[in-house]
């Protein structure tokens, strides 16, 4: 029954009371053909890393023009979120060198490599925009690991000078969510990536596999922290999406939605059951399960909570 249930779930996100949630992909290496056969609203989160791990030297303009075309192209008529260089940490890079860092995850990674390294932004964006103008997908572009106001507002302004009009930031570390407002005011949507902000409120290396109840997505606070950034949306009318694993889980996609975000990006296999969760629960029955989520004292707690609370099909 479930199975039928899921099968039978297609089209666009909506809330059983008809709110839109847009239901988006994470993407990276492979064929973008391939995944624009899913039935999604379009991509949320494109991961560019691929295009320049495991080389001597950045990707030319001409390279990644060709590969962003080939990906706004099969996504044609459809939204097409593009993140810049996620460079450093987890995902280092030969020709960056970002000397020895102790604590790599804290250091010179993500938007930040533009401060060394402005070249390499300005490249992409210029390859972006270039594949943007010769296709017809509706392209954004955003920044991983900003973290002020003021990096939103210079990441902006490059973008909108490369022709894109489209610019929005990732918020994955909790002084960006705490001045959500202030970053609302500079760009024209957010995107919370889950797993580096659990990774940075909860002061647990994501690539250990040991904590894993303190890296849980379910732990009250980060789910506040993504309320600040909803209600902040709210406010200045931008949307405001999650793209971190946590919104592939459909019990937590109600919770993030109940909390502010307009759209969840996630893996392909994870759409049916989001959208089918989505359509059992209404916008209000969203914001009381993460009122619950919220008022827990912790990660399981919130689960259990939510789970008793919600509809037990999904
Ligand atoms: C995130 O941090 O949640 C995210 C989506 O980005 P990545 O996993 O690529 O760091
Ligand atoms: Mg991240």
């Keep these: 029954r479930r199975q039928a249930l899921l099968a039978s779930s297609t089209g666009p996100g909506r809330t059983a009371d008809g709110e839109p949630v847009q239901l988006l992909l994470n993407i990276g ?98 390859a972006i925009a270039a594949a943007a103008r010769e296709t017809g997908a509706r392209v954004r572009v955003m920044a991983p690991m900003v973290s002020t106001p003021d990096e939103a507002a210079g990441f902006a302004e490059l973008a909108r000078a490369a022709g894109l009009e489209e610019v929005g930031v990732m918020v994955e570390v909790p002084g960006a969510a705490l001045l959500a407002d202030h970053l609302m005011r500079r760009v024209d949507f957010v995107s919370i990536g889950t797993n580096d902000l659990a990774q940075y409120t909860m002061a647990t290396d994501r690539t250990l596999g040991t904590l894993p109840d303190l890296l849980d997505p379910w732990q009250p606070a980060l789910l506040s922290l993504v309320g600040t950034v909803g ?76 789970r008793d609370a919600a509809d037990p099909e999904i």
């Design 29 to 126: 290496e492979g064929d973008p053909g391939a995944a624009a056969v899913h039935d999604s609203e379009g991509v949320g989160l494109m991961r560019t890393e691929f295009l320049f791990l495991d080389r001597a030297q950045p990707p030319t303009v001409a390279e990644q023009t060709s590969a962003y075309t080939r990906l706004f192209t099969a996504f044609q008529g459809r939204t097409v979120t593009v993140r810049t260089l996620d460079a450093g940490s987890d995902k280092p890079l030969a020709f960056v060198d970002t000397g020895s860092e102790d604590n790599p995850a804290l250091g010179v990674r993500g938007y930040r490599t533009a401060r060394e390294r402005p070249g390499l932004l300005t490249d992409q964006l210029k």
């Design 231 to 306: 209600a902040a949306g709210l406010h200045h009318g931008r949307p405001v999406g999650v793209c971190g694993e946590a919104a592939a889980d459909p019990l937590l996609a109600l919770v993030l939605v109940g909390l502010g975000a307009t759209s969840l990006s996630m893996a392909a296999p994870a759409l049916p059951a989001v959208r089918h969760a989505l359509a059992r629960h209404t916008r209000d029955e969203c914001a009381r399960l993460a009122g619950l989520a919220l008022a827990a004292p912790g990660a399981a707690a919130a689960r259990k909570a939510v």
